[in-house]
């Protein structure tokens, strides 16, 4: 048992969709979450800056005494080794690897596309997993920037233009590839699924990076025996590095709701 919270962090409000996954498999779990909203996005960035940013935010958990530190966001989990030496003793996850499974047990055909930031599709991260596991597969990738932007207003649903533009857009040669199965490996897109299962076909199988971290997280805490010994409901504690009015909004619209959290403003120096 451990009664530490788990530490999560993201560019901006994307990582809160592995967070309503952890509420939801492990409603107990004391859990701190870091948005980095002064410096999202970070799939624009270089790698060396992606490197540095990951490393404060990294520390930042740390000293929230994190019993495991989860990295959801798909931009940093791609360069994920060049991280971990930061985490120290520890245990750290990124999204990369919990999609893959899920997406190389999910497939049918052996077809299988990947959206996600250009700084993850530059640095073929999900495709090598892939082909580790199977050097047959046929796998597509695509970089989708402006799925950031529209998830951080909230502009995620069928009903909304720009949504559906976007994704007719960026999908469109994953779809003439007929895959049957499509790694959302960007944590901001698991809210595009409606949007994204219309026009792919309800017969994609559509796989959340978010979701299988968290699930991931569930069970690696199950297996080293460091599940929460508390019977109530977990805290969940959000920081930001810009305005936490700002960021209560951007969570609002992002989730559809409010989270029953504290949010406060922080430093990473
Ligand atoms: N949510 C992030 C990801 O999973 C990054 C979005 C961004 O900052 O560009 O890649």
């Known amino acids: ?108 055909n052996g077809r299988i596309g990947i959206i996600a930031t250009g700084a993850s599709i530059k640095t073929g991260s999900y495709d090598r997993k892939l082909r580790e596991l199977d050097d047959k597969l046929a796998i597509i990738g695509k970089a989708c920037p402006m799925l950031v932007p529209l998830a951080e207003n909230g502009y995620t649903s069928p009903d909304c233009p720009p949504a559906r533009f976007f994704t007719e857009e960026y999908l469109k040669d994953i779809k003439a590839m007929n895959v049957d199965t499509l790694i959302l490996g960007c944590t901001h897109f698991p809210h595009f699924s409606d949007v994204i299962s219309e ?29 929460s010994s508390k019977s109530s409901q977990g805290r969940i504690e959000l920081f930001c590095t810009d305005s936490a009015q700002l960021f209560a909004e951007n969570v609002r619209k992002f989730l559809g709701r409010d989270i029953n959290a504290g949010i406060s403003k922080c430093s990473l120096k």
């Open 1 to 108: 048992m451990n009664d530490a919270p788990i530490g999560v962090f993201d560019s901006g409000v994307g990582g809160l969709s592995c967070v309503e996954e952890l509420i939801r498999l492990m409603p107990n779990e004391d859990i701190v979450y870091l948005g980095d909203t002064a410096r999202v996005p970070y799939g624009t960035r270089s790698r060396d800056t992606i490197i540095s940013y990951a490393g404060e935010d990294i520390s930042f958990l740390k000293k929230h005494k994190v019993k495991m530190i989860l990295v959801a966001c798909g931009t940093v989990s791609s360069v994920l080794e060049s991280i971990k030496d930061e985490c120290g003793d520890i245990p750290v996850s990124g999204v990369v690897m919990p999609a893959v499974r899920a997406a190389y047990e999910a497939t049918q």
């Open 199 to 227: 026009y792919m076909g309800g017969g994609v199988k559509l796989i959340s990076s978010s979701a299988e971290l968290a699930a991931h997280a569930a069970a690696e805490l199950e297996r080293c025996d460091q599940r």
